[in-house]
């Protein structure tokens, strides 16, 4: 029997709404003070979600825009905490979601790659010796002592994403990274993860390309409105989705 990899048991996400993010303090306190203050507005973005994911894996997860998967992939990789249910991970987990979330702006970009590799759980000392191919593949070799904050968003991205693809992690979490940088760097990190997809890395996906998920993924789920609405087989999963929004 194959080992589970990731296991999500009734998982539940409630978010404060974007308007709730935007309102200020002085008006907070102010209605506080006036009697006029009401709790601020959430919205349940993930409801009762299971999904076991078994070691090697490949599964693309697939949905309208704010059905829930990036957020997914953030409470998977430990970077939202869910607001009932559990999650259990098994094996280092490098989740390219946002790339480059992680970095201290004001260090420069070798601390930085002993930084992130540390929060991955690796360490320092083999951090350092991986220091030459990450500046390497990220094409800033001579950025090596630039703080973060010198660099374009685009390099941050580049260096998020060779960091995360240098170590070797048992899972890899993807949300449409493949838009990295220019062509010739697109086809270098697709060529990276396809390195990925042949070997026993656990991997999900999210994407908006239909044929690259029924290509190369094994499995599918659907999410809608928070909700699992279909999971199985990739071809299947993504033909009913298909015919839905059509």
Not at 5 to 27: G, M, N, P
Not at 45 to 67: F, H, P, Q, R, Y
Not at 114 to 123: K, R
Not at 159 to 179: K, M, W
Request: hydrophobic letters at 40%; aromatic letters at 8%.
């Amino acid at each position: 029997m194959t080992e589970e990899a990731i296991r999500l048991d009734k998982v539940s996400l409630w978010r404060r709404t974007q308007e709730e993010f935007s309102y200020d303090l002085k008006k907070t306190v102010l209605s506080f003070f006036e009697g006029k203050y009401k709790q601020p507005a959430k919205k349940l973005v993930l409801d009762k979600i299971d999904v076991t994911v078994k070691k090697g894996e490949k599964i693309g997860i697939i949905g309208s825009n704010g059905a829930g998967k990036s957020t997914l992939l953030k409470v998977i990789s430990g970077i939202l905490q869910p607001t009932s249910g559990a999650v259990r991970v098994r094996g280092q987990i490098a989740p390219l979601i946002e790339l480059g979330a992680g970095f201290d702006a004001d260090i420069s970009v070798m601390d930085n790659i002993l930084l992130y590799g540390v929060l991955l759980g690796f360490s320092r000392e083999e951090m350092r010796e991986r220091i030459n191919s990450i500046l390497n593949f990220a094409e800033l070799e001579e950025y090596r002592l630039v703080p973060v904050k010198g660099l374009s968003s685009g390099m941050v991205a580049r260096l998020g994403f060779a960091i995360a693809t240098d170590v070797q992690p048992d899972i890899l979490i993807l949300d449409e990274v493949l838009s990295v940088g220019d062509e010739s760097f697109k086809n270098k990190c697709q060529k990276r993860i396809g390195k990925f997809w042949d070997s026993h890395v656990t991997i999900l996906i999210v994407s908006h390309s239909m044929e690259f998920i029924q290509q190369s993924c094994e499995k599918a789920i659907w999410l809608n409105k928070g909700s699992i609405e279909l999971s199985g087989d990739a071809r299947e999963v993504v033909g009913t989705y298909l015919k839905s929004i059509n």
